[in-house]
């Protein structure tokens, strides 16, 4: 992966073999579960801990109904809340609040 400040394209005199054949160049790549970009944003990763996030709370509510709500709370913040690695993100992008709602919303859900 190329990482630059300017968005110009990829430069053309850079090219990189191995084995005797070339690399390509990507626009982003996941790296120790993290989802890195070329512009190192975050927002990918941001996305895809909040869909992983909501997937896992569901999952828990589904599973385990007959509990009580501290303890589906308890299992939640235990089981879903894969959150590592969270130091990289930029706390200025909009994405970020989607996690917040998607948390707000988890806590809030009713239960049966």
Partial sequence: MYVTKCHHGYPTLLEFELDSKPLMFVDECTYLGHIITTDLNGRSDVISRKNSFCGKVSNV???FTSCTPAVKFRLMRQYCCDFHGN???????????????AWRKATRRPTK
């Fill in 61 to 63: 509510l589904c599973c």
């Fill in 87 to 101: 130091v990289l993100w930029d706390l200025f992008q909009p994405s970020l609040d989607d996690v917040c709602i």
